[in-house]
């Protein structure tokens, strides 16, 4: 996925590199086919998450987005928190008005093609600033893909804060849908050692 405006810079093409990690047992046979979803899946727009190019924007790091449809993200996940310093960066509207319809003076999209739409901002389930004030990044994070579409989505980003005093499981879940988009957050945080956090929220 890229972004809309960054069709002219190096490298902006249409490309798809998947990665398929599969449990085989030895002498194992394996038989599947591949299918790639677009707009629609079986009569709901299709939900899919991948990593999201950051070619011309900021620097690289790991920017995971979820998309609904062919449109556009419905919400970014940055797991390191590298560029904004929160686990979501991006939260768009499903179903309304593409970007730049006000100045068009006309809706931008329909159902069956959606469009990018306005950027709502980003949010953290653990921010916690130490008694100096230091921001307790999650270092050592994994990310594991569980289920990427084209009915739900699945992702959990593992982490501990830096000063190792927290470890944090942060699962993330969309699924399609003919309306609205729906996102489940569900957190599991193992205190590992006493600290003090006078700045603290889950």
Known sequence: HTKPGWETLPYVHTW???VV?????AMGQLSFELLLAYQ???GLH??????LSLIGWGTNGLWEEVGLGSGGEAIC???????????VTDVRPFLVCGMGSAAAGQCKG???????TENHGGMDFLVAFNSSGSYQYQTGVETRHI???????NVTYSGVTADGGIAAKRSVSTWSTNDYARHLHSFSYRVLR???????TV
Do not use: C, I, K
């Not at 996940?77 to 560029?83: A, I, M, T």
């Not at 329909?110 to 990018?116: I, P």
């Open 46 to 51: 299709s939900v899919s998450h991948a990593q």
């Open 110 to 116: 329909t159902s069956d093609n959606t469009q990018w």
């Open 77 to 87: 996940y940055e797991p390191d928190g590298q560029h904004r310093r929160g686990l």
């Open 147 to 153: 289920a990427n579409g084209p009915r739900l989505t």
């Open 16 to 18: 798809y590199s998947p």
């Open 194 to 200: 006493e600290g003090q956090y006078p700045r603290f």
């Open 40 to 42: 629609y899946y079986e």
């Open 21 to 25: 990690m599969l449990d085989v047992p």
